[in-house]
Each structure stands twice: as structure tokens, then as C-alpha cells.
């Protein structure tokens, strides 16, 4: 999409439940500060599972959302989820195409697009970015969320997680994506053409406060590292014995009471 980087997190079918599990539980981080009430016809950049576009069909009644990936497989699995809910019928489409080039259909005229953790992925996000300009009516508003992966810090010290999260984020920007991007946002959408731009920080921040939710950000995260294990041994990242480590130490940090875990990502809303 864009010409995609790897996808560092593979494309098997536990990887797709992840994507879904991660919607949900990242809803109100993603979606609490948004307005797209007045959007009728939403294109979403790098649709995947459906998982967002569930969420926003269920949010909002009255929109209509045009979904693209580059992926066949994750168009099929997005429409597989989609059609076992009968009040999204007739309010959604799903398109295999690459964001950089692509055009609307004729007969949707989009007034709004929506970007989720996808221009990490990507070689060339500019080029996507760019390209939904063209393709939106003027004026209406662009709504990207995006990874800085820089921001992370657990407490206690947990040098066995860190060293592997530095090796994934190496791992992700030498197959050509973008772990920072997303303090990168503005000046992104300022380049593309985009106008009255907002960028603002988003984050997770779990404690001693409330344990449940701090151990449910933990299973969540675990499970984002354990995705791209594979590749990271295979490319020779990390080796067997490491993995083995970061587990016990991930064990060992879930089961810490004084815990702390912060991230921040970015968001960004412009118009076209």
C-alpha cells in the first residue's frame, strides 16, 4: 500500500484475531477525541480485519465507509466479519488496492478518511497521504493515528523487554517502515497539501491504580511483541535464548505490584 514495508507481525490467522483484540481494546485511546459525525461517506486507509470499521459503523449510524488494503487476505477476513452483523448491510465496501494510486468510485464521493496504524507500515507515506487529498472532497477532514514508539518506559527496569522492543523497531525501519511516525504527522500532512492540522499525543498509562487494567495492557502488549518473535529470530534479531529471557522478565513485570506502564502514540485531524 504505498509500496508496504514487511509486515513485521505476519499475516497468519492468529495474527488477524490479534488485530480485532487490539480494536477493542484500544478504542477509547483511538476514538475518544475523535468527531466524524459529520462524515457520510468515509474512506479508511488500510482496512485489514474490519476491526476499526465495526467500531465506527456501530458509532456512527449514518456513515457509510469505503474500506481499502492491499491485502486480499485481509479484505476477505474483513468481509467475513463485516456480514455477520446485519445493521452494517448496504453501509460498507471493501476494495483491494494500494493507497498511493488508487481512485474513489464513481458514485461515492468520500467527505472524510480515516488512517489507523497503517503509515508505519509503509515506504512511502507521503505518497498515501498525498493521494487521499486528491481523492477527498475539498475540505473534509483527514483522521490519522499513528505509533511513536520511542515513548515507551516500564517501571521497574526491564532491560530484557527493552533491548527486544529495540531490536523489533530496528527490525521494522530496515523492512522499510516507520516505528517514530508519529510525531512525523503534521509535518506530513502539511506536505501533502493538508491544511487546519491538529496533532496531539494519545497514550496508555497503567499503574498501581488500577492492577486489572494494568494487567490487561500487559497481556495486550505481550502479545504485540510475541507477534513478530518469528521474524525476529528468523532475520537473526534476537536469537532463541533471548526470547525465552523477555518472557520470564514479561512474567515478572505482570506479577510486579508497583508497575508502571506508559506509551504515547500521536493523532493528527486536518482538513483537505
Known amino acids: 500500500m504505498g509500496r508496504a514495508s514487511k509486515y513485521i507481525h505476519g499475516q ?12 477493542n481494546f484500544l478504542e477509547r485511546m483511538i476514538h475518544e477525541q475523535l468527531d466524524m459525525s459529520g462524515v457520510k461517506q468515509l474512506l479508511e486507509v488500510g482496512v485489514g480485519v474490519g476491526a476499526q470499521t465495526r467500531l465506527m ?19 476477505q477476513k474483513a468481509a467475513e466479519n463485516l456480514s455477520k452483523v446485519a445493521a452494517f448491510q448496504g453501509r460498507y465496501s471493501l ?31 507521503l505518497r498515501v497521504l498525498q ?24 517501571y521497574p527496569d526491564s532491560p530484557a523487554i527493552m ?14 517502515g516507520h516505528p517514530y511516525i508519529g510525531a512525523q504527522l503534521g509535518g506530513l500532512l502539511h506536505e501533502a497539501g493538508f491544511t487546519n492540522i491538529h496533532v496531539y499525543p494519545i497514550y496508555q498509562h497503567h499503574d498501581k491504580r488500577n492492577p486489572a487494567n494494568r494487567q490487561q495492557m500487559m497481556v495486550y502488549f505481550k ?20 526470547l ?6 514479561i512474567r515478572q513485570f505482570m ?14 485531524v486536518a482538513k483537505s
Request: with cysteine.
Open 223 to 242: 502479545d504485540l511483541l510475541m507477534s513478530a518473535a518469528e521474524q525476529l529470530i528468523e532475520h537473526r534479531y534476537i536469537k532463541q535464548l533471548d
Open 131 to 154: 493521494n487521499c487529498k486528491k481523492v477527498l472532497r475539498p475540505g473534509s477532514p483527514i483522521f490519522v493515528t499513528e505509533v511513536y514508539n520511542q515513548s515507551q518506559f516500564l
Open 57 to 75: 459503523l456501530q458509532k456512527y449510524p449514518d456513515m457509510c465507509i469505503h474500506g481499502i488494503d492491499i491485502s486480499t487476505e485481509q479484505i
Open 12 to 23: 497468519n490467522q492468529e495474527e488477524q484475531e490479534r488485530l480485532d483484540v487490539q480494536a
Open 95 to 125: 476494495e483491494q488496492a494500494d493507497a498511493a494510486s488508487f481512485q474513489m468510485p464513481e458514485e461515492i464521493a468520500a467527505d472524510g478518511a480515516f488512517i489507523c496504524w497503517v503509515l508505519e507500515h509503509l515506504a512511502e507515506p
Open 163 to 176: 533491548a527486544y522492543w529495540n531490536a523489533f523497531n530496528q527490525m521494522q525501519s530496515d523492512f522499510g
Open 255 to 268: 506479577d510486579h505490584p508497583d508497575a508502571v506502564y506508559f506509551y504515547s502514540g500521536f493523532q493528527a
Open 244 to 249: 525465552a529471557v523477555v518472557q520470564q522478565e
